[in-house]
């Protein structure tokens, strides 16, 4: 029951960040690190690397994994920002950023570091 209570508090934060305008995330720019550091570095961290508890509680992967790297496609990373995740702990970005703002933020995923 906890941690349920804290996964939905979790995505509720996330869905706030993610129902913004997307003129109000990064100013409306197509700033692929402005907009990670804004609402995604929240759980993936500011590099790509997310906190052990958000491991743990979300299952949130760390980007900047080779492994993860390699496995996701820049269509299954716009996807995974647009619809959310399947297990429904990412939430969906799909009209609160523009395709210029996707596209951005799926460079700026690919240029982190490998660890």
């Known amino acids: 029951m906890v941690r349920r209570l804290v996964v939905f508090a979790a995505a509720l934060v996330l869905a706030a960040a993610g129902s913004a305008c997307s003129s109000e995330i990064a100013d409306g720019r197509a ?3 402005a907009i990670f550091s804004q609402v995604c570095s929240r759980c993936h ?18 980007l900047n994994s080779p ?16 619809n959310g995740s399947r297990n429904k702990q990412m939430p969906a970005f799909a009209g609160a950023l523009n395709d210029d703002q996707v596209s951005a933020i799926v460079a700026h995923v690919r240029s982190l570091a490998p660890h």
């Open 31 to 33: 700033d692929g690190a």
């Open 67 to 82: 492994h993860v790297r390699q496995q996701l496609t820049d269509a299954d990373i716009r996807h995974q920002i647009l």
């Open 45 to 62: 961290g500011p590099v790509g690397v997310p906190d052990p508890s958000n491991v743990a509680r979300l299952g949130v992967k760390p």
